[in-house]
């Protein structure tokens, strides 16, 4: 059912035929995202995420719009740290026209002086919207605390000064730069054969072979304890972050299974105790991101001023009780549910199985089935949740919050920050 190939310009292909699919997915996967900017160039990622959909020398904006519009078809992209993503989703019997839209934003598009101006004041006003959420700005920061000084500590859309600086030529540069079929992976899901993707894809190339993946310094083993910035909010948010394992540590599924015992599931320790027993939040989250040569593990939480210490108090302990013993035998099993039909719901969706082909091939240089991946899920042990637990959730933590205090409101040992 999967099947990938080499294009003969050099970028990689992985498709995925679904009998029973009437559509199709269809993304462009580039392997360069926000940590692969200079401090001059923060935001260039994600500026061109924008102007990529602006058109083409033969095709305007309104041109492309119009095309989808008329056959039912839908379009998006997004950046993150390490890779940026264009696709389309259309009936299968208009892959031709997503093929032809998607490699001609992708391998000529305009990037014109006017339409950059035009879009920076978008990109702006999406900056000034992420600072003014308090959550958001709690988690940028305690990004920061983790990397300080590091690209992967800077937020994906830049910032004022940055984006503001940005010439047309800055972009096409970076363009060239990065957009190379050696940078690429073409993934597609759906009604199709993978000849149709594969063929239709080196007829319609027009460009330089070559190019590769960005070379990548990792982060220095420093963070920064606790961060707080203050405002006049309702709501004290509160982000508790520590370094984790990186994408290819094979440890990743066990960490997996400590992410939903903590904050990842209605059943998790965080979510029952702070906000079903207490009712001190109303929700209360964790999440583990891996990166190629580190990781993160988060718990959020939003919650009255006057009971952060009983909140940070409760996460502290948390975090140390699973350090020190792991899980359960019965959190174990929910977790491995939860996972298992995560990846099975996921599977019945075109657009799902297209987005895991294309970050399988680019970040892992393979696919796993969804099989082969429910099988490592299978594997993990009490012995590997407690070990990677251990390893993951003794190191030094991170505190941010954003919130009505000042900094020496808050006691470090608390959640065990420094």
Not at 252 to 276: C, K, M, N, P, T
Request: net charge negative; proline share 5%.
């Amino acid at each position: 059912m999967i099947r990938t190939s080499t294009l003969p310009f050099g970028a990689l292909v992985a498709t995925e035929s679904m009998a029973d699919a009437r559509s199709v997915s269809l993304g462009f996967w580039v392997g360069t995202g926000s940590r692969d900017e200079t401090p001059e160039q923060a935001g260039l990622s994600h500026v061109l995420e924008h102007l990529l959909f602006k058109g083409t020398e033969e095709r305007s904006p309104t041109a492309i719009a119009e095309a989808l519009d008329e056959v039912g078809g839908d379009c998006n992209a997004y950046t993150t740290k390490e890779y940026t993503a264009f696709y389309i989703r259309l009936l299968a019997e208009h892959l031709d026209l997503g093929l032809d839209i998607l490699s001609d934003i992708m391998w000529r598009p305009a990037l014109r002086p006017r339409d950059l101006d035009a879009e920076r004041s978008v990109i702006l006003d999406e900056i000034l919207m992420h600072q003014d959420e308090p959550a958001d700005a709690a988690v940028t920061r305690s990004t920061e605390l983790l990397f300080p000084g590091h690209p992967l500590g800077r937020e994906v859309l830049g910032t004022e000064a940055s984006v503001s600086g940005f010439a047309a030529s800055d972009v096409r540069a970076f363009f060239d730069d990065h957009y190379r079929p050696g940078n690429l992976v073409v993934a597609a899901a759906g009604a199709l054969a993978h000849e149709q993707v594969a063929d239709g894809l080196a007829a319609r190339y027009r460009g330089p072979a070559g190019g590769g993946a960005p070379r990548r310094e990792p982060p220095g083993p420093g963070t920064e304890p606790l961060g707080v910035v203050r405002r006049a909010t309702e709501q004290a948010h509160l982000v508790v972050a520590t370094r984790a394992v990186d994408r290819h540590d094979d440890r990743r599924y066990a960490l997996s299974v400590v992410d939903h015992v903590l904050g990842g599931g209605l059943s998790s320790r965080l979510f029952q105790e702070i906000r079903e027993r207490r009712g001190l939040a109303y929700s209360v989250w964790s999440e583990f991101v891996p990166y190629a040569d580190t990781g993160t593990l988060t718990v959020g939480v939003a919650t009255a001023p006057e009971h952060v210490p009983t909140v940070l108090g409760l996460i502290g302990e948390t975090l140390a009780a699973v350090a020190a013993d792991g899980v359960t035998e019965r959190e174990l099993a929910i977790a491995k549910g939860n996972l298992r039909a995560e990846a099975l719901l996921a599977h019945e969706d075109p657009g799902s199985r297209m987005g895991r082909l294309g970050a399988g091939l680019l970040l892992h240089g393979a696919v796993l089935t969804v099989d082969e991946q429910l099988e490592r899920v299978e594997r993990v042990t009490l012995d590997d949740v407690a070990a990677v637990a251990a390893a993951v959730l003794g190191r030094d933590r991170t505190l941010s919050v954003v919130g009505p205090f000042d900094p020496d409101r808050f006691d470090a040992t608390a959640v065990g920050i420094g």
